[in-house]
């Protein structure tokens, strides 16, 4: 019971905590002298916030607060007209102070002993009644729709109206509620990572004697898109095998293929493979040690005419021999088809060739200079060097 208690206790408060998280908007404050410097990356709660106008707003102050039915930090940098930002004449205003994340803003202004003023401005930018500044009031004026460029017109044209009425000022520009939500964005993020799923792997095995395991099999004209041919088993050919020597058949309702290996002096390559009765080619020789496995990320072979390819798409590939008590049942360390010598590596040492020569010559610069032999008496005659010398 306790801990049911506990954890409905636990829910309710990351609850509150994401409700509190969802309710934050940016601020703009400007209008007085001396408006309190403000760090940019301040999280302000509702109580701070109101100590914060309180002390900026007294008994003679006008307060005008512009309210947009949702604004965030993303639409003050990504609304753009052009190449101008919508927020050309809120931006021109040299002292302002600007809150990116305010809990609930407009409680500030719920007080019952002030004289709020509830003012609606259409789309057109027409006010639904006159507004008259006076020292200790309080005028809230809803921004309706979601164009902030006309809305910074209004506003500009609004607080100069008033500011020629009324010089003791300040004006608070927010929202409502956030346009941009961090948990919806957290959503999507799950969402994509959830349907962009790794790609299944096939896995082929004939017990202790073959594995391999491969995203994809294709097959075509080297000039065309290739087929996907799938395989549902591996056969080992007793009648091609031997101690050095094994044959495996990969066979799937759409193709057949063949591999061949050949175990020389402790390491296995392959020697030959056949698709379809057809035998195909490999540039590189596949050469790795005999309990290695090899891996590449496509392995592609081609006729002796170079018509016709097939490719294995991320394949791991191992063939064993004399594994008669089952300890092969896995892949051993990957040789990958990636070479030693990279294009990487190359300029590597290139460049550690280049510096090894410059730190010679300058050594050899340096070891050349040699020590004065003879020095100028002050009392005694000049010393006369020859050119010979």
Excluded at 127 to 135: A, F, H, T, V
Excluded at 140 to 155: E, K, M, P, Y
């Amino acid at each position: 019971m306790k801990f049911s208690c506990t954890l409905t206790a636990l829910l309710l408060l990351g609850t509150l905590c994401s409700c509190i998280q969802a309710s934050d908007v940016p601020v703009f404050i400007w209008g007085k002298p001396s408006v309190t410097y403000i760090p940019a990356l301040t999280q302000y709660e509702t109580s701070e916030f109101s100590a914060l106008i309180e002390s900026q707003a007294g008994a003679d102050t006008f307060t005008i607060v512009f309210v947009e039915n949702s604004l965030s930090t993303e639409d003050l940098s990504k609304c753009k007209l052009g190449t101008q930002t919508c927020f050309r004449n809120l931006a021109k205003i040299n002292r302002k102070s600007y809150l990116p994340n305010v809990q609930n803003p407009l409680e500030a202004f719920e007080v019952e002993e002030k004289n709020v003023q509830m003012v609606q401005v259409s789309e057109d930018g027409t006010l639904s009644e006159r507004i008259i500044p006076k020292g200790g009031a309080v005028a809230i004026v809803n921004l309706q729709g979601g164009d902030f460029a006309s809305h910074d017109a209004t506003i500009d044209s609004l607080y100069s109206r008033l500011h020629e009425e009324f010089d003791n000022i300040l004006a608070v520009y927010t929202a409502e509620t956030p346009s941009f939500s961090y948990s919806s964005l957290i959503r999507r993020t799950r969402q994509a990572k959830q349907d962009d799923q790794a790609p299944t792997m096939k896995t082929l095995i004939v017990p202790n004697t073959f594995i391999i395991a491969y995203e994809k099999f294709s097959a075509g004209a080297a000039d065309q898109t290739l087929t996907e041919v799938s395989f549902d088993k591996a056969v080992k050919s007793e009648a091609n095998n031997s101690d050095s020597t094994l044959q495996i058949e990969l066979n799937g309702p759409s193709g057949a293929l063949v591999l061949n290996f050949l175990l020389t002096q402790g390491s296995w390559e392959i020697v030959g493979v056949q698709f379809d009765n057809t035998p195909y080619y490999l540039r590189h020789r596949v050469h790795v040690n005999q309990d290695f496995s090899y891996r590449c990320n496509s392995l592609a072979y081609v006729t002796g005419d170079s018509k016709k390819q097939i490719v294995f798409d991320e394949v791991q590939i191992q063939p064993h021999w004399g594994a008669e008590d089952g300890t092969f049942t896995k892949f051993g360390d990957a040789w990958n088809c990636v070479g030693f010598t990279t294009p990487g590596i190359l300029t590597g040492l290139f460049l550690v060739a280049i510096f090894i020569f410059i730190g010679a010559f300058g050594i050899t610069w340096m070891m050349d200079i040699r020590t004065m032999d003879r020095y100028d008496d002050p009392k005694g005659k000049t010393i006369t060097v020859s050119a010979a010398e």
